[in-house]
């Protein structure tokens, strides 16, 4: 198939993305240039110079929220992409809201307290929407040791389900990004099976 | 009982337990995760009082920190 019609077919979907530190930064901008129509990112942090060493954020953005800092990345990737954010904290009571007209959520928390409370809360109200774990990236090497891992037939887990991030096993670009990647690639295969779908009703 | 545990056999002395317990026999508290019960999801303040009984298929994904 051609790009561009898988462009366009990913045009008519919107992705929720749960964080936007090194997974959602970086799942969001892989979505972006796949031509994802919408997205939906939600955190409250702002950018730090300690981020950048596995963030997609600038030197000059330093200080900014990141929700704001990653919509100007993500416009000056494609503009095409409409980008709602919400410079919030994701809580069990607003994460229907902001996420209620997602087809598929992408987990991009660091917190392993978050991402439970995330995929509990996901499961239970949309028990057929994909979500899209990261979970297992800190330091560097183990290539092979990425993959994905299901849980039922709508979660996928990226990453190694090992690998806790300390001051000795820091988060890196490399190891980030693939899992980043690795989640925004699960996005396009489901988001791309319902076009083989609806080719075949 | 037996039963199966992320897809291998895993036998335990008790009868039935809770995933609470199974998480303490299997020296598992130190991580945070997702537990499912024959593909029903067991939230965390369920821990205490979801039983696992004879032949149930229980799937368990780690949560690490980072991203």
């Given at each position: 198939m051609k790009f561009?019609?898988?462009?366009?077919?990913?045009?008519?979907?919107?992705?929720?993305?749960?964080?936007?530190?090194?997974?959602?930064?970086?799942?969001a901008i892989a979505l972006a240039?796949?031509?994802?129509?919408?997205?939906v990112i939600a955190d409250h942090d702002i950018v730090d110079s300690g981020n950048l060493n596995r963030q997609y954020y600038?030197?000059?953005?330093v200080g900014m929220k990141k929700t704001?800092?990653?919509?100007?990345?993500?416009?000056?990737?494609?503009?095409?992409?409409?980008?709602?954010?919400?410079?919030?904290e994701l809580t069990r009571e607003n994460i229907p809201v902001i996420f209620r007209d997602c087809d598929i959520i992408v987990e991009a928390f660091d917190k392993s307290?978050?991402?439970?409370?995330?995929?509990?809360?996901?499961l239970s109200l949309w028990p057929e929407r994909p979500l899209i774990m990261g979970s297992g990236l800190a330091g560097y090497g183990k290539t092979n040791k990425l993959k994905e891992s299901f849980m039922g037939r709508t979660l996928i887990?990226?990453?190694?389900?090992?690998?806790?991030?300390?001051d000795e096993l820091p988060p890196m670009a490399p190891r980030v990004g693939i899992v980043a990647n690795m989640q925004a690639n699960?996005?396009?295969?489901?988001?791309?099976?319902r076009k083989s779908h609806e080719n075949n009703t | 009982?037996?039963?199966?545990?992320?897809?291998?056999?895993?036998?335990?002395?008790?009868?039935?337990?809770?995933?609470?317990?199974?998480?303490?026999?299997?020296?598992?508290?130190?991580?945070?995760r997702l537990v499912k019960i024959n593909g029903k999801l067991i939230k965390k303040d369920e821990y205490d009082k979801a039983i696992i009984r004879e032949g149930d298929n229980v799937q368990m994904l780690y949560l690490m920190s980072g991203g």
């Open positions: 561009s019609e898988i462009k366009s077919h990913l045009g008519g979907y919107s992705v929720g993305i749960a964080g936007a530190g090194g997974l959602g930064s970086n799942c240039r796949s031509g994802i129509g919408h997205l600038f030197i000059d953005q704001e800092a990653l919509k100007m990345n993500i416009e000056r990737v494609n503009p095409e992409t409409k980008i709602d954010i919400y410079d919030t307290e978050m991402k439970q409370m995330l995929a509990e809360t996901v887990a990226c990453g190694d389900q090992e690998s806790e991030i300390s699960a996005v396009v295969e489901i988001l791309m099976k | 009982m037996k039963i199966t545990l992320n897809n291998r056999p895993e036998e335990f002395v008790q009868g039935e337990i809770t995933v609470s317990e199974m998480l303490r026999i299997k020296r598992f508290t130190y991580r945070m």
